[in-house]
């Protein structure tokens, strides 16, 4: 093969090359404007929105994944790489699910306690503080005494 021959074949892969970046750049973009879309429009319907920018992340990624990391290009071993990986994020949430899923624990923290009785105390009226019916009673019979 000649030079000039190889260099045609060269410029022909570059250029289908350059094509496809371009076309999976074109497309991010398209992805993007669509996620943006979907969050400026304010869908009424969460578990809609929910899917759209599931499924807009999904084919961002898919495209990264399969163009510009090569792995469309790839043999089959890469699914003998990426069988652990799989696998362990498919038991992830059964890991969790005793500490996070079923509300092992329950919440004891003592500031709860204090809002609530801070509530209870405004709905009777007093301040949280218990000075009578308004924080400024104690400082005006305060005041009156010295009067």
């Not at 879309?37 to 920018?53: F, Q, T, Y």
Request: proline share 5%.
């Amino acid at each position: 093969m000649s030079d000039h021959a190889h260099d045609a074949t060269h410029d022909h892969e570059y250029h289908s090359h350059g094509k496809l970046y371009f076309s999976i750049f074109l497309a991010l973009c398209v992805f993007t404007l669509i996620s943006i879309a979907a969050d400026l429009v304010h869908i009424p319907n969460r578990a809609l929105l929910i899917g759209i920018v599931f499924a807009v992340a999904v084919s961002k990624a898919l495209c990264v994944l399969l163009i510009f990391m090569h792995l469309k290009f790839e043999r089959a071993w890469k699914y003998l790489l990426l069988a652990p990986t799989f696998i362990l994020a498919a038991t992830i949430p059964f890991a969790l699910t005793p500490d996070i899923g079923t509300h092992y624990y329950v919440p004891t923290a003592p500031q709860i306690r204090e809002y609530e009785a801070q509530e209870a105390a405004k709905a009777a009226g007093g301040d949280i503080h218990g000075h009578g019916d308004s924080p400024d009673a104690g400082h005006k019979a305060e005041a009156e005494k010295h009067h």
